[in-house]
């Protein structure tokens, strides 16, 4: 893994440091990160490459904060006061499925502890309405997340298999768009945003080797079409979050340098 000073290194020898700050500063487009990218690191690590990289708003998606492995609220407290600290902020809680009133409420606990606006999650059917229910409650926002899973067959995939469930409810409740996932599944990701705009939250910006598959790949080198993914943001003057999500094992720093580099270029 790389050090601190060595991180700094890199992202300097990128060109990503003497750049971010003026790319940052005049971008329409608020580029962040998915924390799922760091899961091999630790909280303290994470946040050494978040500031290396002048990252400023994130979504909390690592695994352990996902409400399957049931997490306590210390985690939340501990990881809030060192975001904090680093003048990082948590602007969205991926909290994976929601299946009952208890995953909603705890859903909602972890928001609030973490500063979160927004929750994403992929929960079906009747508990819909409790989750639009709720959050309007709490004055949250809920993002639909599409997926892909190899021969399985997800009840999000398309734009149209999300538009449809969030047809009944109210505008709490939108859109967590998957650029990666949609062209897993065959979808043109650009296309997809186009569509979901009405009711687009944020965006997961990942791309993958090929349709059919999951590996992901650097950003502009695979089938998710992210120049035009990010046209289309420009044309919606899209404000939410964008996090550069990158599903890789292992030391995934220089290729964090250069996915970050290339999204706020096109920002």
């Known amino acids: 893994m790389t050090t601190r000073r060595g991180f700094v290194k890199l992202a300097a020898a990128s060109g990503l440091i003497s750049a971010a700050t003026p790319l940052f500063a005049l971008s329409k487009l608020n580029v962040g990160v998915g924390t799922y990218s760091y899961h091999s690191l630790s909280i303290d690590d994470m946040v050494i490459q978040l500031n290396a990289l002048h990252i400023r708003e994130i979504e909390m998606s690592r695994g352990e904060f996902m409400l399957m492995h049931h997490p306590q609220d210390q985690l939340f407290r501990d990881t809030r006061e060192k975001l904090d600290r680093a003048g990082i902020r948590c602007v969205s809680y991926y909290a994976a499925t929601l299946k009952d009133d208890q995953d909603v409420e705890n859903a909602v606990r972890f928001a609030k502890l973490l500063g979160c606006s927004n929750i994403t999650g992929d929960a079906t059917g009747s508990i819909l309405n409790r989750i639009d229910q709720r959050l309007t409650q709490e004055k949250l926002t809920f993002g639909i ?40 599944c ?82």
């Open 145 to 184: 997340h599409n997926h892909f899973f190899p021969n399985t067959k997800f009840a999000y995939e398309s734009p149209e298999d999300v538009l449809n469930a969030l047809s009944t409810l109210s505008h709490t409740m939108g859109a967590t768009a998957d650029t990666g996932h949609f062209a897993s």
């Open 186 to 267: 065959g979808y043109d990701p650009a296309d997809a945003i186009r569509k979901l705009a009405p009711r687009l939250r944020m965006v997961h910006l990942k791309d993958v080797q090929t349709k059919g598959g999951e590996v992901n790949v650097l950003l502009g080198t695979g089938a998710a079409k992210i120049p035009e993914v990010m046209h289309e943001l420009h044309r919606q003057k899209f404000l939410g979050l964008i996090a550069v999500e990158y599903e890789k094992e292992g030391d995934v720093d220089r290729d964090m340098v250069q996915e970050i580099t290339f999204a706020r270029n096109l920002a």
